[in-house]
Protein backbone atom coordinates (compact mmCIF):
# COMPACT_ATOMS: atom_id res chain seq x y z
CA UNK A 1 0.00 0.00 0.00
CA UNK A 2 1.35 3.19 -1.17
CA UNK A 3 2.31 6.11 2.09
CA UNK A 4 0.74 9.20 1.54
CA UNK A 5 3.63 11.71 1.75
CA UNK A 6 3.11 14.91 3.80
CA UNK A 7 4.98 18.09 2.13
CA UNK A 8 7.52 20.11 4.49
CA UNK A 9 4.93 23.33 3.91
CA UNK A 10 2.03 21.08 5.45
CA UNK A 11 4.52 19.66 8.38
CA UNK A 12 5.46 23.24 9.30
CA UNK A 13 1.84 24.51 9.21
CA UNK A 14 0.88 21.86 12.03
CA UNK A 15 3.66 22.69 13.55
CA UNK A 16 2.94 26.27 13.85
CA UNK A 17 -0.49 25.91 14.56
CA UNK A 18 0.18 23.40 17.94
CA UNK A 19 2.38 26.29 19.12
CA UNK A 20 -0.20 28.45 18.40
CA UNK A 21 -2.64 26.06 20.59
CA UNK A 22 0.01 25.59 23.17
CA UNK A 23 0.60 29.35 23.92
CA UNK A 24 -2.92 30.05 23.51
CA UNK A 25 -3.68 27.64 27.00
CA UNK A 26 -0.56 29.11 28.45
CA UNK A 27 -2.14 32.36 27.69
CA UNK A 28 -5.40 31.61 29.18
CA UNK A 29 -3.70 29.51 32.69
CA UNK A 30 -1.84 33.22 32.99
CA UNK A 31 -4.91 34.97 32.68
CA UNK A 32 -6.58 32.80 35.43
CA UNK A 33 -3.70 33.21 37.82
CA UNK A 34 -4.08 36.70 37.28
CA UNK A 35 -7.64 36.80 37.58
CA UNK A 36 -7.45 34.91 41.00
CA UNK A 37 -4.35 37.64 42.24
CA UNK A 38 -6.66 40.12 41.36
CA UNK A 39 -9.48 38.98 43.30
CA UNK A 40 -7.56 38.36 46.77
CA UNK A 41 -6.88 41.55 48.31
CA UNK A 42 -4.02 42.30 50.21
CA UNK A 43 -3.98 42.01 53.79
CA UNK A 44 -4.05 45.79 55.39
CA UNK A 45 -0.92 46.84 57.15
CA UNK A 46 -0.24 45.42 60.51
CA UNK A 47 1.26 46.68 63.24
CA UNK A 48 2.58 44.61 66.58
CA UNK A 49 1.18 46.09 69.70
CA UNK A 50 1.61 45.96 73.42
CA UNK A 51 -1.78 44.42 75.28
CA UNK A 52 -2.48 43.41 78.54
CA UNK A 53 -2.29 39.57 78.77
CA UNK A 54 -5.21 39.36 81.27
CA UNK A 55 -7.72 41.91 83.70
CA UNK A 56 -5.21 44.54 85.44
CA UNK A 57 -5.96 46.97 88.27
CA UNK A 58 -5.44 50.36 88.55
CA UNK A 59 -1.92 51.11 90.11
CA UNK A 60 -0.65 47.85 89.39
CA UNK A 61 3.10 47.74 89.29
CA UNK A 62 3.27 46.15 85.76
CA UNK A 63 5.02 42.39 85.32
CA UNK A 64 6.35 40.74 82.14
CA UNK A 65 3.80 38.42 82.51
CA UNK A 66 1.25 41.37 82.25
CA UNK A 67 2.10 42.25 78.76
CA UNK A 68 2.01 40.59 75.44
CA UNK A 69 1.91 42.08 72.08
CA UNK A 70 -0.45 41.00 69.15
CA UNK A 71 -0.35 42.45 65.42
CA UNK A 72 -3.40 44.52 64.27
CA UNK A 73 -4.58 46.56 61.22
CA UNK A 74 -3.02 49.80 61.51
CA UNK A 75 -6.87 51.29 61.04
CA UNK A 76 -7.47 49.68 64.27
CA UNK A 77 -4.17 50.65 66.61
CA UNK A 78 -5.11 54.14 68.85
CA UNK A 79 -2.81 56.95 69.20
CA UNK A 80 0.33 56.57 70.93
CA UNK A 81 0.10 52.94 71.09
CA UNK A 82 3.13 51.53 72.78
CA UNK A 83 4.93 48.90 71.05
CA UNK A 84 7.80 47.41 73.05
CA UNK A 85 6.72 45.88 76.15
CA UNK A 86 10.29 46.20 77.61
CA UNK A 87 10.14 49.85 79.17
CA UNK A 88 6.90 49.24 80.81
CA UNK A 89 8.52 46.23 83.60
CA UNK A 90 7.78 48.21 86.38
CA UNK A 91 5.35 51.09 85.53
CA UNK A 92 2.42 51.66 86.83
CA UNK A 93 -1.17 51.62 85.72
CA UNK A 94 -3.11 54.58 86.05
CA UNK A 95 -6.17 52.63 85.29
CA UNK A 96 -7.56 49.28 85.06
CA UNK A 97 -7.31 47.20 81.70
CA UNK A 98 -9.54 44.74 80.24
CA UNK A 99 -7.81 41.75 78.83
CA UNK A 100 -6.54 42.39 75.34
CA UNK A 101 -6.61 46.50 75.56
CA UNK A 102 -3.88 48.24 74.12
CA UNK A 103 -1.45 50.12 76.32
CA UNK A 104 -0.86 53.64 74.89
CA UNK A 105 1.43 56.28 76.17
CA UNK A 106 -1.75 57.47 78.66
CA UNK A 107 -1.84 53.75 80.24
CA UNK A 108 1.27 54.30 82.98
CA UNK A 109 2.30 56.88 84.99
CA UNK A 110 5.89 58.41 84.00
CA UNK A 111 8.89 57.79 85.32
CA UNK A 112 8.61 56.62 89.47
CA UNK A 113 9.26 59.25 91.73
CA UNK A 114 11.79 58.82 94.17
CA UNK A 115 11.27 56.70 97.49
CA UNK A 116 12.91 56.85 100.54
CA UNK A 117 14.80 54.16 101.92
CA UNK A 118 12.14 51.81 103.71
CA UNK A 119 9.15 53.03 101.98
CA UNK A 120 6.91 51.42 99.03
CA UNK A 121 4.51 53.42 96.79
CA UNK A 122 0.73 52.04 97.29
CA UNK A 123 -2.42 53.09 95.65
CA UNK A 124 -5.03 54.60 97.39
CA UNK A 125 -8.77 54.96 95.90
CA UNK A 126 -10.78 57.48 97.80
CA UNK A 127 -14.41 58.19 97.09
CA UNK A 128 -14.52 61.88 97.17
CA UNK A 129 -13.02 62.92 93.89
CA UNK A 130 -13.66 66.76 94.83
CA UNK A 131 -10.34 66.59 97.29
CA UNK A 132 -8.66 65.25 95.48
CA UNK A 133 -8.90 68.51 92.82
CA UNK A 134 -7.17 70.14 96.19
CA UNK A 135 -4.11 68.06 96.52
CA UNK A 136 -0.90 68.51 95.00
CA UNK A 137 2.51 65.93 94.98
CA UNK A 138 4.17 66.12 97.73
CA UNK A 139 1.06 67.24 100.34
CA UNK A 140 1.06 64.82 103.27
CA UNK A 141 -2.15 63.36 104.43
CA UNK A 142 -3.93 61.20 106.81
CA UNK A 143 -5.70 57.98 105.32
CA UNK A 144 -9.49 57.57 107.19
CA UNK A 145 -11.17 54.16 106.73
CA UNK A 146 -14.81 54.08 107.92
CA UNK A 147 -17.14 51.25 107.26
CA UNK A 148 -20.53 52.47 107.15
CA UNK A 149 -21.61 48.60 108.35
CA UNK A 150 -19.86 48.52 111.14
CA UNK A 151 -21.10 50.35 114.88
CA UNK A 152 -17.33 51.31 114.96
CA UNK A 153 -16.03 55.10 114.28
CA UNK A 154 -13.58 55.98 111.91
CA UNK A 155 -9.92 55.40 112.57
CA UNK A 156 -6.75 56.79 110.63
CA UNK A 157 -4.76 54.04 109.43
CA UNK A 158 -1.99 56.13 108.05
CA UNK A 159 -0.48 59.40 109.30
CA UNK A 160 1.33 62.15 107.80
CA UNK A 161 1.66 59.87 104.47
CA UNK A 162 3.08 61.75 101.05
CA UNK A 163 1.49 62.17 98.02
CA UNK A 164 3.76 61.34 95.04
CA UNK A 165 0.88 60.84 92.21
CA UNK A 166 -2.29 62.32 91.15
CA UNK A 167 -3.33 60.23 87.88
CA UNK A 168 -5.47 62.33 85.74
CA UNK A 169 -8.49 61.22 85.71
CA UNK A 170 -10.13 59.85 82.44
CA UNK A 171 -13.88 58.78 81.47
CA UNK A 172 -13.30 54.71 82.32
CA UNK A 173 -10.51 54.53 84.66
CA UNK A 174 -13.25 54.62 87.93
CA UNK A 175 -12.98 51.40 90.48
CA UNK A 176 -16.22 51.32 92.35
CA UNK A 177 -15.84 51.64 96.09
CA UNK A 178 -16.60 47.84 97.73
CA UNK A 179 -18.84 48.83 100.39
CA UNK A 180 -21.01 51.94 98.71
CA UNK A 181 -20.45 51.23 94.59
CA UNK A 182 -19.44 55.30 94.26
CA UNK A 183 -16.80 55.51 91.88
CA UNK A 184 -13.39 56.62 93.76
CA UNK A 185 -10.10 58.45 92.32
CA UNK A 186 -6.50 57.04 92.17
CA UNK A 187 -3.92 58.43 94.41
CA UNK A 188 -0.21 57.07 94.69
CA UNK A 189 1.06 57.19 98.01
CA UNK A 190 4.28 56.98 99.79
CA UNK A 191 3.85 54.67 103.13
CA UNK A 192 5.73 51.97 104.76
CA UNK A 193 4.83 48.36 104.01
CA UNK A 194 3.08 47.93 106.65
CA UNK A 195 1.23 50.68 106.15
CA UNK A 196 0.77 49.73 102.66
CA UNK A 197 -0.76 45.98 104.29
CA UNK A 198 -3.08 47.78 106.65
CA UNK A 199 -4.29 50.22 103.07
CA UNK A 200 -4.95 46.82 101.66
CA UNK A 201 -7.15 45.28 104.39
CA UNK A 202 -9.09 48.65 105.22
CA UNK A 203 -10.02 49.09 101.13
CA UNK A 204 -11.56 45.68 101.25
CA UNK A 205 -13.89 46.69 103.75
CA UNK A 206 -14.05 50.27 104.41
CA UNK A 207 -14.51 53.74 102.41
CA UNK A 208 -11.00 55.69 102.29
CA UNK A 209 -10.74 59.05 102.46
CA UNK A 210 -8.34 61.77 103.47
CA UNK A 211 -7.36 64.29 106.09
CA UNK A 212 -4.75 67.42 104.60
CA UNK A 213 -2.64 68.11 107.39
Known sequence: ???????????????????????????????????????????????????ASRQLSGGRQLTASD?????????????????DPAPLIGRTLVAP??????????????????VRAGMVIAPLRISDAAVVGLLRVGDRVDVVA????SDAGAKVIADQVRVVTIPKPAEDTSQLSPTSGDPQTLLLIEVTRDQATALADAAATSQLSVLLG
Do not use: C, Q
Open 1 to 51: MARTSTSPLSEFTRLISWHRRKLAVLAAMGAAVAGISAATPEPPPSVSVVV
Open 67 to 83: LSTVDLPESAVPSAALT
Open 97 to 114: LSEGSVLTDLSVLGPRPD
Open 146 to 149: SNPE
